[in-house]
């Protein structure tokens, strides 16, 4: 097992350095990238209508229905359902496939990328924080306790963005039946007017959720910098000190 110590060390020291790198580089980048996103399209839109997308499904021209054999509608289904016909119709989409919102998929290809990035700089962070962590002892554990808010509001950070993945899974998930519902009864006006209201309100949680986002990597480099001192030495060494 000795001969893994010194690759073992050697992790742990690269994960020291790209942790300070990232806190004290990477993250005031981050910030002022996000602040520039949020203030260009996809992510700003002056009118929410400029989100809404077109569904291509027309409303097709009312079917008039009129009964001039003299057979009741009972017979006549019965009769459909001897002829092999049984349930309800499918209506092609004369205009292909329903396209899914191309506003609202930019946003979504540029956040996702970032929400990954956020995650993975997270578990650097906590891994970097645990490795600083002294062994357990009795007393002088003021910074520890730094060390350890520290890592649960990295936590609590890491945990938040996971979370975001699934905000995203369920519009689109939404949406299709939605969608699916506009296809189906494409003369009731509610459902597309759903669709436009679901779209513009993916497009504010998604803004929100980039806010959030930019301020998780400002909250952490804030918290940090401001304790790097009690994070990287969270105990002091001077024993005269100690007994005053």
Known sequence: MAEYLPQVESYKGSVKEKAEELVKKKFPERIIHFNKLLEESPFLCENLEDVHSDLKIPVPEPIILNNHDG??????????????????????????????NRHITNMVDTIKPLICQLVEEANLLKMWISFLIP?????????VSIQE????????VESEAASFFDQISRYY????????????????????????????????????????????????????????????????????????
Request: aromatic residues 6%; charged residues 35%.
């Open 71 to 100: 057979d009741p509608p009972g017979k006549k289904r019965k009769m459909c359902e001897e002829d092999g016909v049984t349930g309800a119709r499918v209506f092609v989409l004369p205009n292909g496939s329903v396209p899914i």
């Open 173 to 244: 998930m939404t949406r299709a039946k939605l969608v699916s519902k506009v296809a189906k009864y494409p003369h009731i006006d509610d459902y597309r007017r759903t669709v436009e209201e679901l779209d513009e309100k993916e497009y504010l949680s998604l803004r929100i959720t980039l806010s959030e986002i930019r301020n998780h990597y400002a909250t952490l480099h804030d918290m940090i910098t401001k304790n790097m001192e009690k994070i990287k030495k969270p105990r002091s060494t001077n024993s005269i000190e100690a007994m005053y």
């Open 135 to 143: 062994k357990i002892e009795d007393g002088n554990n003021f910074g």
């Open 149 to 156: 808010e520290t890592l649960g509001e990295i936590r609590t």
